[in-house]
């Protein structure tokens, strides 16, 4: 079984709409992350959690917002869709030391597009 | 603020080609250096890593050597496959007090043909 799992993979959806993208991890880390990608622009940060009491915005935090429902559990919601949301969105985790070194672990993205 | 900055693609080789994909970066500490690879349809998974000057990282017959003197963390490979072909992304980690945040380059495709 894959360590970080996302649901839905694929979504298409209405401008206007909310949407929440889920993620779930087994590996046992304390830190998740949330990314979108877009062509041209790798990965940009939206948000992101160290622990289930600590949320932070990332670079892109506008238009979304986050919950750490549980250690293994981070989703990611879109109050009010629009067009420039559809994106490649991934979730993913790290260990908890305090250094830069830890490897981050991806799931495996959701596509999602708003109409 | 840091950034990284990779070459643009697509880079269309033939199998047993040498590879390299070019990678800057720009920071204000000593930060630790990521290659990531994505192969179609999947999310990214790490292919190797540097986290001091001189270092080399390597896997799967990918190099990359940490340069500080050129801000430079190239990836290469001597002979690629088709299996190789993939989008490759190169990454920092800053090491303030919010170590393990990565900041990404572009990415770049590369697509191997037989």
């Known amino acids: 079984d894959a360590d970080v799992t996302q649901t839905p993979r694929n979504r298409i959806t209405k401008t206007g709409k909310r949407i929440m993208l889920e993620c779930s991890q087994t590996k046992g880390h304390d830190r998740m992350y949330w990314y979108r990608q877009d062509p041209g622009l790798g990965l940009r940060l939206i948000y992101y959690s160290f622990d289930v009491k600590d949320i932070n915005k990332g670079e892109i935090s506008d238009g979304y917002s986050v919950s750490r429902q549980a250690q293994a559990k981070f989703s990611l919601s879109l109050e009010s869709a629009i067009p420039n949301q559809t994106a490649l969105y991934f979730c993913?985790?790290?260990?908890?030391?305090?250094?830069?070194?830890?490897?981050?672990?991806f799931g495996p993205g959701t596509r999602l597009t708003v109409l | 603020g840091d950034s990284v900055t990779q070459m643009e693609g697509p880079v269309t080789l033939s199998e047993e080609a040498f590879l390299t994909i070019n990678c800057t970066y720009t920071a204000t500490g000593y930060p630790s250096l990521f290659w990531y690879v994505q192969y179609p349809g999947e999310g990214l998974q790490l292919l190797l890593k540097a986290t001091k000057a001189d270092d080399k990282g390597s896997n799967k017959g990918f190099e990359a050597t940490y340069r500080k003197e050129t801000t430079s963390f190239h990836l290469e490979k001597g002979s690629v496959q088709v299996s190789d072909s993939a989008v490759y992304f190169c990454?920092?980690?800053?090491?303030?007090?919010?170590?393990?945040?990565?900041?990404f380059g572009q990415g770049t495709e590369l697509s191997v043909k037989p």
């Open positions: 993913a985790t790290s260990g908890s030391s305090q250094t830069s070194t830890d490897t981050q672990y």
């Open positions: 990454a920092l980690s800053d090491r303030g007090n919010q170590g393990g945040k990565l900041i």
